[in-house]
C-alpha cells in the first residue's frame, strides 16, 4: 500500500508478499481488497495486518482473473478466462454465467472487464466476442451490434469507464480506443493498440497500454500525447 506525500511515493502500510502475477484489484472495504491473480483464482487480502484468504474454490487453478466490480446490490462481479462469477459477499453462494447459461448467456466465456455504470447497470467486455450489457432490471444480457459497430478485430474489450454525458469509451487489443454514444449509436474510433486501461476526466482521456506506455487523448481536438514508460500501465486512478 503507498502514498503520495510531498511528491514522493511511500510505504503506508508493510507490503504484503505474494508470490503470483496480479491481474486484478478491487476495494473490500475496512482496509481489504479482493486481488485477482493472473491465474488461480482470487484472494482476500487485508494490508493492515497482512492476513490473506481464499473465498473458495470455484475458479479454476488455470483460469486468470481479470477484472473484478461491485454492481448495485453490493455482490461481487469476478470475470475470468472461463466465464463469469457473481458471488454474495455475505454468503458466499456464487452464479456462474457464460455462453450456456440460457437467457444470462455471454456472447464470450472470457470476461477481461467490468464497469458499472451511473444507473446500476454492468457493462461486460469480453475476449473475442465484445461488450454484453445486463441493465440491472431485467434476466437478460444483451450485445453492442457487431455487424456495422464492431468489426471482429475490436471483440477483445480489455476497459470501459463511462464519460459525464454518459458516453463511453472503449478500450481493445486490436481495434483502437473507441467512443461510444448509447443515445444515437455513433462510435468514433482513435488509432490506440493494445489498450489495457482507461481513465476519462475533464477534458482529456489517460490511455495505459501494454507495449506503448501511457497516452493522454485531447477529446475537443482528438491529438494524443505519449509518454514512455517502461512497463505496462494496467490502471488509472483519479
Known amino acids: 500500500s503507498l502514498t503520495y506525500e510531498d511528491g514522493e511515493l511511500r510505504l503506508k502500510n508493510p507490503p504484503v508478499k505474494m508470490q503470483f502475477t496480479i491481474a486484478s484489484i478491487l476495494k473490500a472495504g475496512n482496509g481489504r481488497y479482493w486481488v485477482g491473480k493472473g491465474k488461480g483464482g482470487m484472494y482476500l487480502v487485508d494490508i493492515k495486518t497482512g492476513a490473506v484468504s481464499k473465498p473458495g474454490e470455484f475458479i479454476s487453478d488455470h483460469s486468470s482473473v481479470d477484472a473484478l466490480s461491485y454492481d ?12 463469469l ?37 454492468m457493462w461486460i467486455g469480453t475476449e473475442y466476442g465484445g461488450v454484453n450489457y445486463w441493465s440491472g432490471k431485467n434476466s437478460t444480457f444483451s450485445s453492442l451490434d457487431y455487424s456495422n459497430s464492431f468489426s471482429k478485430r475490436d471483440r477483445i474489450v ?44 475533464d477534458a482529456v482521456v489517460y490511455v495505459g497500454t501494454r507495449i506503448a506506455g501511457w497516452k493522454i487523448l485531447d477529446k475537443r481536438s482528438g491529438r494524443c500525447t505519449s509518454f514512455d514508460i517502461p512497463s505496462d500501465v494496467n490502471d488509472f486512478l483519479k
Open 158 to 201: 480489455t476497459a470501459m469507464c463511462m464519460d459525464k454525458d454518459n458516453s463511453f469509451w472503449i478500450g481493445t487489443r486490436h481495434g483502437g480506443l473507441k467512443h461510444y454514444s448509447p443515445s444515437d449509436g455513433c462510435i468514433n474510433v482513435y488509432d490506440i493498440e493494445n489498450i489495457r486501461s482507461v481513465l476519462s476526466d
Open 72 to 83: 448495485a446490490s453490493g455482490r461481487l462481479w469476478i470475470g475470468t478466462a472461463d466465464g
Open 85 to 121: 462469477y457473481v458471488m454474495e459477499t455475505a454468503s458466499r453462494s456464487v452464479l456462474k454465467l457464460d455462453c450456456n447459461s440460457g437467457p444470462l448467456s455471454l456472447s464470450h466465456d472470457a470476461v477481461k472487464s467490468l464497469y458499472r455504470d451511473k444507473s446500476g447497470g
